[in-house]
């Protein structure tokens, strides 16, 4: 794969990486000020507007002009700008701003590390290579298109869900037969010799061809997947990546030109074993030369051509294909100048709506997207329009769960089903089975989710749409995930990332990356966790809403925590929390909150993480953040018992058991337990404490999640040191034995186990290992001076871990 350099003066950026260098050394930035140098990098042909810029960067209109102001400066000052020179970054009064600094590109393979600029080349101002997008992406739903990645059904949830309303368009029905030889075609995109404005059939003539091959009841691979996988590849090279990444054993080539009033098509049919048959059709019109070529393959190939049951009306068939090539290079503004082509009878149809709220709800403009839907429903009847009034509600499902409402989603899918299961379109049903399996994932009811995710494989797989039957492994993966059982899901996480890193799919690989992270984290990896987090960095600049890229970067926050990189994720979270909007991204604030209130705590800062932890329990409410919203909970309790406000703590504790209790998931009870365990020895409790220490214990045993055993058993050790029953403590601390030369945490309550029980060498061996796993984490100088050792006049020091 190839990525952009941009060079100027002595400065890199390296879009891909998220890194700017200036003479060779990296430039610490936040992601705001990282994402407004490369918005107007990117843009440079042009001025950028200050409401464009805001929405690209902040994916919001509501923006301070100061909050823009400051960010500027920053940016500017990175680039070694600055408000008077404004030789890089001009203002342009009352408009906005614009990149105005002599550019190189530079375009090196995606393995290249950048490590200093290139200052012997000539520079030159370089155009950008493709057109900049004139209508940014960012504006939109609610929450946000994934979850949290703490439950990794959220992330896992809406990964399909953008493939959802790509299903709603008005295609042939798939009528699918079993084919016994196995045959998978991928139709590659079309040789054109036409004029300019026929260069939308290069595409639309593939995916014309690509359906009609599909409803004759081949497999097909997806036309979107073909694009990703084979971009301009010449036909060899095609054949050879369609069938690694795709499973395609067979390959068509077809070209198309003009001649004379009417269109040819040769459409040549090459087997796996090299061998080609050929088929051509003449017509006075591209899409019915495109479907006669393809009824051609399919008689070739023994089968029937589909059954017409209406005239085919060709305005709008040419139309609807020109508006499906544009969206398979997500080109919105192409397609909708396709749809504004159209007559306006045409443009009132329900084939052109379908596609105009998809392009609403991929520009994230969901409340759009479902008010143009939930028109459309009523003229929809079930009788006489089954196929498109199922899409409609697949749509309407789809929305209302990216805006995290499962339950209005569910009746609507419940009725798209039913209406699907008395068709033969397998594709559709297997969308709208696994927006349903959400659904249930995210009200935590798992058999129901369980049996709709394995009937949309099966469904996937008759369709011949592998790369939906890998979503179907992510979503199996969220929910074992919800389950407590990361160790299941992990498997499931990594076959998709295999299969969508083949296929090039950026955003269904960073979705799966971000719960592998969550798995990884679970089970106590937090070096992997990592690793799987900077896999996702380079895939985001290929997500364009800015409003999922924060979704990720609280992931990544996590991660760089986990390994002690604590100033960074500190960073993450502070850029975050100043640029998410409270009211469409409650749930990424509420993350961001919760993991800033646990290292506040960590840090002894007992006020604000008591503040932050109670806003991130008010926002994560949903079955799918459970365990975040645990977490959040138990910081709360030892924040206000740290500030000695024992009453509030005692009220907090009563209620999360109470939460936690109807939450009916052994890892979330473990942490309630903990934190009533807790309170109980902060109480002095006696004899009480070992009993509410054991019970905590055994939720978390319940459970079985690393992670979860690891808190119990840390904070119950820490307690029997504290009250001098080291015996025990070894016991507590001894099943942690086997995690604690990776996990920071584990390491150190060895290091405060051995000092306690005075065994030096043992102790200096478990201190070398805590240091380093510690990062930027502290170890109590108490801990560092050997056993034995009297301890300077003066305060002791805490030992503190939030695990």
Known sequence: MIRRLYHFGDCIVDVAA????????????????????????????????????????????????SLVGKTLVKARRAVGDDGAQQAVILTVPR?????????????????????????????????????????????????????????????????????????????????????????????????????????????????????????????????????????DAPVEVAARSLRDAAGASALVAASARRHGSEWIVRAVLRDADGREREVEARANDAVTVGRAAADRLLRLLGRD?????????LPL???????????????????????????????????????????????????AARERLEHLLPALPRETEPALRARALTGLGAIALKQNRAAPALPSLDEAIALLDRLNEPESLGHALTARGIAHAMRAEYAEAGRDFARARIAFELSGDAHAAARVDINEGAVATMRDRPADALPLYERAADRFERLDAPTDLINTLGNEVDARLALLQPAAALAASERMMP????????????VFLVIRARALAAVGRIAEARALLADLLQSADAEREPTVLGEARAQQAALDLAAGQGATAAALSRQAIAALDGAEFAHARAEAWRVLVLSLLRRSEAAAAAEEGARFTQWAVAARRASV???????????????????????????????????????????????????????????????????????????????????????????????????????????????????????????????????????
């Not at 050394?25 to 805001?54: M, N, Q, W």
């Not at 051509?305 to 009306?313: I, N």
């Not at 609807?320 to 749809?339: E, G, K, M, P, T």
């Not at 306006?344 to 403009?365: H, K």
């Open 95 to 231: 408009f906005g701003f614009h990149w105005i600094a002599p550019v190189r590109v530079e375009e090196v393979a995606a393995d290249v590390v950048v490590t200093a600029p290139i200052s012997a080349l000539p520079v030159e101002v370089a155009a950008p290579s493709e057109p900049p997008v004139s209508e940014p992406v960012a504006r939109g739903a609610r929450g946000r298109r994934w979850m949290p990645f703490g439950i990794a059904v959220a992330l896992a949830c809406c990964a399909a869900l953008g493939a959802l309303l790509y299903a709603m368009h008005s295609r042939a029905p798939t009528q699918v037969v079993a084919a016994k030889d196995g045959l998978r075609l991928a139709v590659v995109p079309v040789e054109i010799e036409g004029r300019a404005e026929d260069g939308w059939l290069r595409l639309g003539l593939m995916d014309l061809i690509a359906q009609r091959l599909r409803a004759g009841g081949l497999g097909v691979v997806a036309s979107d997947v073909v694009v990703r996988v084979v971009g």
């Open 669 to 803: 009870l473990a942490l309630a337990r903990l934190a009533q365990a807790e309170l109980v020895a902060a109480q002095g409790g006696g004899a009480a404490v070992e009993g509410a220490f054991d019970e905590a214990r055994r939720a978390a045993e319940q459970a079985g999640v690393p992670r979860d055993i690891a808190t119990v058993a840390i904070a119950n050790a820490q307690a029997l040191i504290a009250a001098g029953e080291l015996p025990r403590a070894a016991e507590a601390a001894g099943q942690l034995a086997r995690w604690s030369d990776r996990d920071f945490d584990c390491a150190l309550l060895q290091v405060h186990l051995y000092h306690a029980l005075g065994q030096r060498e043992a102790w200096n061996t478990s201190l070398v290992r805590a240091r380093g796993l510690a990062g930027e984490r502290r170890i109590a100088n108490e801990l560092q001076r050997e056993p034995g050792t009297p301890a300077p006049i003066g305060r002791a020091e805490p030992v503190v871990s939030v695990h």
């Open 305 to 313: 051509a589909p059954d017409e049951r209406a005239v085919v009306d």
């Open 317 to 367: 068939a040419e139309v609807s294909q020109r508006v499906d090539a544009a969206l398979l290079v997500n080109d919105f503004d192409a397609a909708r100048r396709a749809i504004a082509s159209a007559s306006a009878d045409d443009q009132s149809t329900p084939e052109l709506q379908l596609r105009l709220s998809e392009i609403d709800y991929r520009l994230g403009l969901s409340d």
């Open 539 to 550: 895939l985001m600049e290929r997500i364009r809403n800015p409003l999922e890229r924060r």
């Open 18 to 65: 998220r890194e700017l260098r200036q003479a060779g050394k990296r430039v610490p930035l936040s992601p705001t000020v990282f994402d407004c140098i490369a918005y107007l990098l990117e843009h440079r042909d042009r001025a950028v507007g200050r409401d464009e810029l805001v929405s690209a960067v902040w994916g919001k209109a509501s923006v301070t002009d």
